[in-house]
């Protein structure tokens, strides 16, 4: 049987342990078959490799660092924190593991779950993702408090929740690692899904990158449309849409200043460009959610 030295008191320096009374909370060795998942896991994927590895440390050394649960009643605990840790002892052949047991609301329990899980072992964006929605639509947390939760910024939790748009095919490239974060909140500005999911298996097939993929996004936003029977073919061949390169360097200064004021995506498009000159335009503001465009209509307001 592995030992069960060597308990520590790691846990606390991330997710701090009141110390004030017991009955809050208390470093137990319990039954590993008495602690049941934690119901708001976010983690949906566990490198089993890197769990067998941290079992043969255990087998050797014993468990380090003790996991955090709360009872459920006198025979059974739910798991908080480190069910990579739980599942290590289960297959190192633990019947026992030291444990902080205390009491936690349903939304206190979540809340480190996902903060255990992005500090040990990162969550794949869309896990991410879904984690920062459980919080939002079963706790009527908004995207701010989210925020201060987890020690982010606004604007972090409003990209990563921008995941959960992607097609059901893109969403399976980032889960499976075939195509970043970034390279899909690029691809998100896009509105056509179809193209959306053709430029991701570009991306994948041709290994472009990220700015790369900005670039091509761009790009399509800025094709020339087809023409239709309002221009005549005399019209049409003087007509044509700037490019990026045209913009002048106060365009694209003004088009930063709203990205930094507006703390999201801002895209000015020029105007179609005839004898006269470039033809009026329009400026192209993204938001994640109704809440994002919200503060944006206020911020833009004051």
């Known amino acids: 049987m592995a030992r069960v030295s060597g308990l520590g008191r790691g846990l606390s320096s991330l997710i701090p342990v009141d110390g004030n009374s017991d009955a809050d909370s208390s470093l137990q060795n319990i039954l590993i078959s008495a602690i ?34 709360r009872r459920l009643d006198d025979t059974s605990y739910e798991l908080i924190a480190g069910e990579r840790r739980l599942r290590a002892a289960r297959r ?54 989210v925020a201060k939760r987890v020690g982010k910024s606004r604007v972090a939790i409003t990209n990563t929740l921008r995941m959960l748009q992607l097609p059901p095919a893109i969403q399976r490239m980032v889960g499976a690692g075939e195509i970043s974060a970034g390279h899909a909140r690029a691809i998100l500005g896009i509105p056509d899904q179809r193209k959306q999911v053709e430029l991701a298996e570009e991306v994948v097939k041709s290994d472009m990158s990220v700015r790369q993929v900005e670039e091509r996004v761009r790009l399509l936003k800025e094709e020339v449309p087809e023409t239709t029977g309002l221009l005549s073919k005399a019209n049409a061949k003087t007509v044509e849409r700037p490019s990026q390169a045209d913009k002048s360097a106060g365009v694209v200064e003004l088009e930063n200043l709203l990205r930094e004021h507006l703390d999201t995506e801002v895209v000015v498009t020029l105007g179609q460009v005839s004898s006269s000159g470039i033809q009026g335009g329009r400026i192209q503001i993204s938001f994640g959610s109704i809440e994002d465009l919200e503060r944006i209509f206020r911020t833009i307001l004051h």
């Open 36 to 69: 049941v998942p934690n119901r708001f896991q976010p983690r949906r994927v566990f490198d089993e490799e890197s769990i067998a590895s941290l079992a043969e440390s255990i087998a050797t050394i014993g468990v380090l660092q003790p996991v955090l649960v």
């Open 92 to 145: 190192a052949g633990l019947d026992r593991i030291p444990a902080v047991v205390q009491s936690a609301k349903d939304q206190e329990s979540l809340e480190r779950a996902i903060v255990e899980n992005l500090h040990r072992a990162d969550l794949n964006p869309l896990e991410e993702a879904g984690a920062y929605k459980q919080l939002i639509d079963d706790f009527n947390l908004t995207q701010e408090e």
